[in-house]
């Protein structure tokens, strides 16, 4: 019969992981989160409306003739 490590996981079918694979694991778990919350801000940010301040500085920018 043998032991669940021999059956390829800890009695559920799930292979056993080394402590390096348990690390890169949490590694991309920790860098899609941080991902998330980057994202989630610099969405925030985007969403903000203009100025009317900035809207009219732009205004007075003179054209060019390109």
Known sequence: MGD?????GRGKGQPVKDSKSMQRSRNNL???WLERKVRDMYQEV???????ELLDIV???P???D
């Open 4 to 8: 669940a490590r021999s059956k390829g």
């Open 30 to 32: 920790e860098e899609r």
């Open 46 to 52: 985007v969403n903000e409306p203009v100025p009317q």
């Open 59 to 61: 205004r007075r920018i």
């Open 63 to 65: 054209k060019s003739d």
